[in-house]
């Protein structure tokens, strides 16, 4: 069965530096796998997916995610923080033990932006 | 643009009554989902639907139901709230394959008093 991981539940940052938010997942056979962000009182709304194409993505907001397959981790990282970076932030792979390929999420990841 | 609207984006109810949370997308996906989401848990599936009348539990369908009358519509049903199912609940609908995205609603921060 599929799992993912993510490596801190809360990630301080200041702005102008590195985002780095990590997710390793598991996985039986070639994976699809989703970053999701999370505004306060939102909804989920994609950054960002890994479909077997390029192992490099881009997503939406300067962010971007690379496939290692040989890690199994799927990162999540952005040069610099802005304020309105600060959001919780979910990875998620697509389930392929059940018949219609529902997403398992990790616990998600709080990231806050000092200035 | 995908649009997946909530009814409600908050709701008060009172235990043992039977609460009803809509969802509605306007892009014409087969699959819809129901998820509640609590601090240090994630997302947990409730329950799912690939087609019109056609649902599956997912991981915690107890003490919910669910319907799905007309494609675009998918109806969360707690049969008797109680205090413990005070959360915030998602909706999703994706199109076709395992490999697109689900697309989400902004949520219903249901308190059960």
């Known amino acids: 069965a599929q799992s993912v991981t993510q490596l801190g539940s809360h990630v301080s940052v200041s702005e102008g530096a590195l985002v780095l938010l990590r997710c390793n997942y598991s996985s039986s056979v070639p994976p699809y796998l989703f970053w999701y962000v999370q505004y306060p009182n939102q909804g989920l709304q994609l950054l960002l997916k890994y479909t077997s194409a390029a192992t490099l993505v881009k997503g939406i907001n300067g962010f971007e995610a690379e496939f290692k397959k040989s890690e199994t981790s799927f990162h999540l990282t952005k040069p610099s923080a802005h304020m309105r970076d600060a959001a919780e932030y979910f990875c998620a792979v697509s389930d392929t033990g059940g018949s219609q390929g529902n997403l398992i999420f990790g616990k998600g990841t709080k990231l806050s932006v000092k200035p | 643009d995908v649009k997946v609207t909530q009814s409600s984006r908050y709701l008060v109810k009172r235990t043992g009554e039977k609460v009803f949370l809509e969802c509605v997308q306007d892009?014409?996906?087969?699959?819809m989902f129901w998820y509640r989401q609590d601090p240090g848990l994630g997302l947990r599936l409730i329950y799912f639907s690939y087609d019109v009348k056609m649902k599956e539990k997912g991981d915690i369908p107890e003490g919910y139901s669910v319907s799905r009358e007309k494609k675009e519509r998918f109806s969360l049903i707690l049969e008797s709230a109680s205090t413990n199912q005070t959360s915030m609940y998602l909706c999703?609908?994706?199109?076709?394959?395992?490999?697109?995205?689900?697309?989400f609603g902004d949520g219903t921060r249901l308190s059960i008093l």
């Open positions: 999703a609908s994706r199109r076709g394959q395992r490999y697109q995205p689900q697309h």
């Open positions: 892009m014409d996906h087969e699959n």
